[in-house]
């Protein structure tokens, strides 16, 4: 159990739904991030927040929009994705002075773009 | 850009055995990190092993351990003794050396394909 908790575990939508994915941790954690682990591909970072601000955008397209109200909940906001967007979804948090790399990763939102 | 392959999607071992996973890398720079990650089913990712670079002595954390060869960008991890819990899926994953200190950088990692390891009682 790393702190970090994702909801939902499994999402299935249309391509004209819209949808919110959710990461929550309550370690204190400053740093939190989004990639994306589609089948048979590497993990992709899609963006990354300091404090609520957001640092990093990795050219992921308009249809996926993150929020992050404050530095304990991060969300990505789905709105006509394609089928293509079907993956697994992982919340990642970082502790402040922590080593490079030492990642908590949530369980991950499994989602379904029908 | 930094590349790794991990050219193994899937491996199995039987109990108590040893296994290595495989991995290597393209980089252009001197220093950087090196990581191996698990990802048990329906579980999260957990850190299992991190290397420095600049440190020539493999890492090692109990049962797991790498073989790191920087000159010819290889980064394996060998599990001895292997466990029904160590079956998951293993991701091999690097990091530019840099950034301020525990600063969102380090959470910016480039990962490989993954590796499913099967356990066989």
């Known amino acids: 159990e790393t702190g970090v908790t994702q909801t939902p575990r499994h999402l299935v939508m249309g391509m004209t739904n819209k949808k919110s994915l959710k990461c929550e941790q309550h370690?204190?954690?400053?740093?939190m991030y989004w990639y994306k682990q589609s089948a048979k591909k590497p993990l992709e970072l899609m963006f990354v927040?300091?404090?609520?601000?957001?640092?990093e955008n990795n050219s992921v397209p308009s249809r996926f929009s993150p929020e992050c109200p404050n530095s304990s909940h991060l969300f990505l906001h789905l709105h006509t994705l394609q089928p293509e967007d079907s993956a697994l979804y992982l919340c990642?948090?970082?502790?402040?002075?922590?080593?490079?790399?030492?990642?908590?990763f949530g369980e991950g939102s499994r989602l379904t773009v029908l | 850009a930094q590349t790794v392959t991990q050219s193994q999607p899937e491996m199995s071992v039987q109990e108590a055995e040893t296994v290595t996973l495989s991995c290597t890398y393209d980089?252009?720079?001197?220093?950087?990190?090196l990581f191996w990650y698990k990802q048990p089913p329906s579980r999260q990712m957990i850190l299992v092993i991190r290397?420095?670079?600049?440190?020539?002595q493999n890492a090692t954390e109990n049962r797991f351990s790498v073989n790191f060869q920087k000159a010819a960008k290889s980064f394996s991890l060998k599990i001895s003794d292997s466990q029904l819990g160590d079956a998951a899926m293993y991701f091999c994953?690097?990091?530019?050396?840099?950034?301020?200190?525990?600063?969102?950088?380090?959470?910016?990692?480039?990962f490989g394909q993954g590796t499913i390891l099967t356990v066989h009682p």
């Open positions: 290397q420095e670079a600049y440190k020539q």
């Open positions: 927040y300091n404090f609520k601000e957001q640092t």
């Open positions: 370690l204190g954690h400053n740093a």
């Open positions: 980089t252009s720079e001197s220093d950087y990190y």
């Open positions: 994953a690097y990091r530019s050396a840099g950034g301020n200190a525990g600063g969102t950088s380090y959470g910016k990692l480039t």
């Open positions: 990642a948090s970082l502790p402040a002075g922590a080593p490079p790399g030492e990642l908590f």
